[in-house]
């Protein structure tokens, strides 16, 4: 059995909530669908489940969502779902939130049961001649949110998570322009900073994301006359993090944009206003027009400074040892093209260098990133592997060492998540008691 508390700091606007989830799991493919179940109840003693809601989700979609369990009551309760799509690799989520109470509940959760539906009907057993499989679309659906522009009068469907010191902090929709006339239409979003240092983020999902594709995500906010915009800056939270933007004067809308990539592969992919006011008595925030757009236009073209070490500088390589031990270093002795190399000494007790570079990229941009190396036959028998790792986007390629003697590529096609992309490389020995040295050379980024 677990129990839930829900933190009532972000009252009395909450939207607080949790999520409980489980990832990689291995669903029934038998059978057309599968089944999940649980059990609820509240505590004894905190058991006001005032306008909690109950969402339940796997990766093909929401079967449960927005779930009154205000009558939650301290004798437990069974929920089951059928008819849910199995996939090889499954995750499962139930979230509860939306709390209104001003002593948040203690809601406990019990007997979770994911899997097997044996009232389902078996996956039908045909026989089909091989066909071509077509190639699939491009993706057309529009990212959305609800309520983005905070014309429903309710705060329910956003999350509010107030990080004040004080934990004092406000959040509301206000339709009657109380604190400053609205972007657009009649609604607005209020952050209220009572007290000094304000800090707090509204958070909601995202929905009709397309998979490495790469949008503008919009958000408009306005610091209320007779109060000093300087203190304040607000941010857009996606996949990565927009650049803190300030209002250059009280009483006018400014806009926080940036360039994000699509990646729903994640469960929940949320959009996060982050608010940050410092070194004022009270401050309030307005917050509207949230939308997403098609990505600026990007020219840029990735370099990585010196991949071919000719510089001789180390400093800009920032090389990470594994034991602590390990030496790189930039030599004159065995360049495939200019005349230096940069060469990696592992002692027998250690066993890898990382490198990281970062280079500037388009967002959603698709490139390939090179590195060649060269092992000496004096060490063949030692097992030593390339890796490159592509942030944000995840994508990975390892390769073992088997030729010597000669300068061997390693590619890694990825696509860039941020303006400012980011590779880790490196390589890695089992040295057996022995010592290795390996050369590494022309690094770089192309376009694809």
Not at 126 to 131: E, F, V
Not at 410 to 416: E, I, P, T
């Given at each position: ?74 004798k ?10 199995p ?25 979770v ?7 389902a009907?078996?996956?039908?057993t ?6 071509t ?22 705060s ?36 209220d ?83 940050e ?18 990505p ?17 500088n180390l ?7 594994t ?22 000494a ?34 063949k ?11 944000y ?16 590529e ?7 998540g941020a303006a ?29």
């Open positions: 059995m677990a129990g839930i508390f829900v933190d009532s700091s972000q009252l009395p606007y909450p939207g607080s909530g949790i999520v409980v989830y489980q990832y990689d799991i291995n669903d029934d493919m038998k059978r057309t669908t599968v089944k999940a179940s649980f059990w609820l109840s509240a505590d004894s003693k905190l058991h006001n489940v005032t306008s909690c809601l109950l969402s339940v989700g796997t990766n093909t979609g929401y079967y449960v969502t927005d779930l009154d369990i205000s009558n939650l009551a301290t437990w309760t069974q929920y089951e779902i059928k008819g849910i799509v996939t090889g690799d499954d995750a499962f989520q139930i979230s509860i939130y939306g709390c209104s109470s001003l002593t948040q509940p203690l809601i406990y959760l019990d007997d049961y994911f899997g097997v539906d044996r009232s009907p078996p996956v039908p045909t026989t089909t001649q091989p066909t499989t077509p190639t699939a679309g491009p993706c057309t659906s529009t990212p959305f949110l609800v309520d983005p522009s905070f014309e429903l009068g309710h329910s469907n956003w999350l509010f998570f107030d990080q004040s010191p004080n934990y004092d902090s406000v959040f509301l929709e206000d339709e009657s322009s109380t604190y400053g006339p609205p972007h657009s239409g009649s609604g607005v979003g209020v952050l900073f009572p007290t000094n240092g304000g800090s707090a983020s509204l958070l909601q999902q995202i929905f009709g994301l397309c998979n490495e594709q790469a949008y503008t995500a919009t958000a408009w906010f306005y610091i209320s006359s007779g109060y000093d915009p300087s203190l304040c800056t607000v941010s857009l939270i996606i996949s990565t993090v927009s650049s803190p933007v300030k209002a250059t004067a009280a009483g006018v809308w400014t806009k926080v944009q940036f360039a994000f990539l699509g990646l729903p592969n994640f469960l929940s992919p949320y959009i996060t206003i982050d608010v006011c410092e070194n004022t008595s009270e401050m309030i925030v307005l917050i509207n027009d949230l939308s997403f757009g098609p600026p236009a990007c020219s840029v073209i990735p370099t990585i400074s010196d991949g071919g070490f000719e510089s001789g400093t800009i390589w920032d090389a990470i040892p034991e602590g031990d390990e030496t790189f270093t930039i030599t004159n002795a065995n360049p495939r093209t200019g005349k230096k190399s940069g060469v990696l592992y002692p027998s007790i250690s066993n890898g260098i990382l490198f990281g570079r970062d280079f500037n990229a388009c967002v959603g941009g698709r490139y390939t990133f090179h590195m060649w190396y060269y092992m000496p036959k004096a060490y028998g030692t097992s030593c592997t390339v890796l490159a790792t592509a942030w986007t995840g994508e990975t390629v390892t390769s073992d060492i088997s030729a010597y003697n000669q300068w061997v390693l590619n890694l096609d990825f696509v860039s400012i992309g980011h590779v880790d490389f490196g390589i890695s020995c089992l040295n057996q008691l022995q010592k290795v040295v390996i050369y590494i050379d022309d690094v770089s980024v192309t376009t694809r």
